[in-house]
């Protein structure tokens, strides 16, 4: 039999001369959004082509979460996944779940590279040095890092709001929180290389930079002579720039000094995140937060006096160790007196390593499931409330992307007010990356509805 040698070679070599390629799962919040384009970066930058996580791929990052239960299951499936993709794959876990749990990685089969929550950076060089049967451990102690590890991005296009991150750790130990184990104390960024990656991004476009870190509160604690306020005053000097977000914050960050300077600073957005987690003081001391219902609204209500349209969202735990009836209420009276425009609700789930996972009086999961219920009723009430009051109002929005919201091919663009409310209206891509005046005429749903004001376009 005559074999064509010729068609042979070509396909060997066109099969192993390729790039190699990566494909990445990212799970959980922002700072890992932000970990995840550095790294891919980083693999570009060695000639790595990035694929689609369900494509084939030479390498697949699972970048991992553990703040519950449910994320560590589905760092889990995404291991098995990517193996099934391509069993000679090389599959590399990193992140928070690797970080305080790599013995359990360990025992996935086909995951051959356990990368904690530092050392991303050499993370290109330890696939490099590695084959699809080799299994290696590069988690360190994380409690002895105390540098800010720098990753930065350098390229991220197509897009009108970027996250930068400003810190690394958290040194608050909540009674029920795994974070502080998985990312360590408190590391802040250099405040000169934040503007210069400030600078980067605004080079490429972005109008809308979003600062976000495990514990944005707690930057500068560990520099000494600068902090947050610092860093709002000096990314707000870069001309490009027109809105600053901040990721969560806690509530004992405003004080009078903080609020009296970024009330002078118009490109911070009216909006902030304070997790609340419980609106039951006799809860919160459990869980080790270090305020109190009054103090917390409190200050809501000293913001709300220094900035016009403000808007708070929050986190709340429902079913925590020995939550009551009697403190559950007083969870939703709470909740129903500050009128957040937005709530995100969570069953509270054990993690192993915390104290709280020891408590007494574990809540039945019964129980968890009829409060969660009641509670996301509760404030999907408030939130649309909220919305209604915009009514008939003429609000700036930066539009991101196109959408087909009723699946008809007839496309609208959606955006967010300062105040991060969602918004749709009518138009094209001409609108991308612009502040934008809308006029709303209705909601649906926690959105919006809105018509480009003409005088503007």
Known sequence: MKVDLKLDT???????????????????CKVNQYETEAMLELFMAE????????????????????????????????????????????????????????????????VNLILGTNDRKKIVEFVNEISSVDQIVKVEDIMSVTEFEELEIENVQGRTR??????????????????????????????DNIVSEAKRLEAHGFKELVLTGIHVASYGKDLGDVGLLDVLEAVH????????????????????????????????CNHFHMS??????????????????????????????????????????????GESDKEFAETLAFVEKVGFSKTHVFKYSPREGTPAATMIDQVDPSVKNVRSQELIELTTRIE??????????????????????????????????????????????????KVTKVKIIGSKSEILLGKVVPFNI
């Open 162 to 191: 970027a996250f930068l991150k400003i810190q690394e750790g958290c040194n608050q130990y909540c009674s029920y929180c795994i974070i502080p184990y998985a990312r360590g104390p408190i590391r802040s960024r250099q405040l």
């Open 237 to 268: 000097e870069i001309q490009g720039i027109e809105r600053i977000r901040l990721s969560s914050v806690e509530p004992r960050l405003m004080t009078d000094v903080f609020l009296e300077g970024m009330a002078n600073l118009p490109k911070v």
């Open 384 to 433: 649309n409330e909220y919305l209604r009051g915009y009514m008939g109002r003429e609000l700036e929005v930066i539009f991101e992307k196109s959408i087909d919201s009723n699946n008809t091919g007839q496309f609208s663009i959606e955006g967010f007010t300062d105040n991060y409310i969602r918004v749709i209206a009518d138009g094209d891509e001409s609108y991308f990356g």
């Open 47 to 110: 000639g790595y082509e990035v694929v689609e996580q369900h494509e084939f791929a030479d390498v697949y990052i699972i970048n991992t979460c553990t703040v519950t239960s449910l994320s560590d299951k589905k760092s889990r499936q995404f291991m098995r996944r990517a193996k099934r993709l391509n069993p000679d794959g090389i599959v590399a876990v990193v992140g928070c779940y690797a970080q305080v749990s790599p013995d359990e990685v360990k025992e996935i089969e086909g």
């Open 10 to 28: 070509e396909a060997f070599f066109g099969k192993y001369n390729r790039n190699r390629s990566v494909a990445i799962y990212t799970l959980g």
């Open 276 to 321: 609340l987690q419980s609106g039951s003081d006799t809860v919160l001391k459990r869980m080790n937060r270090k305020y109190d219902t009054e103090e917390y609204f409190a200050i809501i209500e000293k913001i709300r006096e220094k900035l016009k349209d403000v808007a708070f969202t929050t986190d709340i735990i429902v079913g925590f160790p």
